[in-house]
């Protein structure tokens, strides 16, 4: 079975710039997960996904941040502009179900803001 | 809302020593807890899950958990430990009810050495 997959692996950009992030859960996983981790801390919940349609973006910036998951599979994630105190590593989880169905986790996208 | 505690951000041993992390959480509602390893450039794995049923749970690979609900605690042990076992590991808990998201403690870095 295919894990979950994420590019790009690695982004450098300036700030104030765009940049998004995809991903490509498990296949006949209904519900996706995005998390930031900044360095020294743990994943933090962004948005989940229930298919295609939102179940949480509570800690969403949405000034800046958007996420979506156009026909309930695979999922992008969009930065616009970007701030300095964005640099961290984005992960992208998925589960058959929500709740406390195990995660599995991508291996995430790593960004740096100049 | 909940609130997760790694008592220790860095935990050093040698190798076949014995091991303890610890984790405490905050809930006002009961939680499913985990554990996940993050080994160097990749991604988060679940370690073990506690749901229900028996306090002790195990892994595949010789770690051990207890849940402790009068003390709030999910403490990692393993009683000898491999230079493979060097990682980051987290601890986390889903609540039974309300928003079903995973709150993720802040980790802890364990580093083998010879």
């Known amino acids: 079975e295919a894990g979950v997959a994420q590019s790009p692996r690695y982004k450098i950009i300036e700030k104030r710039q765009s940049v998004a992030f995809w991903c490509n859960p498990i296949?006949?996983?209904?519900?996706l997960y995005w998390y930031q981790q900044i360095l020294g801390q743990g994943p933090k919940l962004l948005i989940q996904f229930q298919n295609n349609g939102v179940v949480d973006d509570s800690q969403l910036p949405k000034d800046r941040f958007s996420a979506e998951r156009l026909k309930g599979v695979d999922s992008t994630l969009k930065i616009q502009p970007a701030k300095l105190e964005d640099s961290a590593v984005y992960l992208c989880?998925?589960?058959?179900?929500?709740?406390?169905?195990?995660?599995?986790f991508g291996p995430g996208t790593r960004l740096t803001v100049l | 809302a909940q609130s997760v505690t790694q008592l220790d951000s860095q935990v050093p041993v040698f190798e076949e020593a014995p091991v303890e992390l610890r984790c405490n959480y905050s809930?006002?509602?009961?939680?499913?807890l985990f554990w996940y390893v993050q080994y160097p450039n990749q991604g988060l794995q679940l370690l073990l899950k506690y749901l229900s049923g028996s306090t002790l749970v195990e892994s595949i690979n010789g770690f051990e958990a207890e849940f402790n609900k009068s003390q709030t605690s999910f403490h990692l042990r393993k009683p000898s430990v491999h230079i493979s076992d060097t990682a980051e590991y987290f601890c986390?808990?889903?609540?039974?009810?309300?928003?079903?998201?995973?709150?993720f403690g802040q980790g802890t870095r364990l580093t083998i050495n010879p």
């Open positions: 986390a808990v889903i609540p039974f009810q309300g928003a079903q998201k995973l709150v």
């Open positions: 809930s006002s509602v009961s939680v499913y």
């Open positions: 989880a998925s589960s058959r179900l929500a709740g406390n169905n195990e995660q599995f």
């Open positions: 296949s006949g996983h209904a519900t």
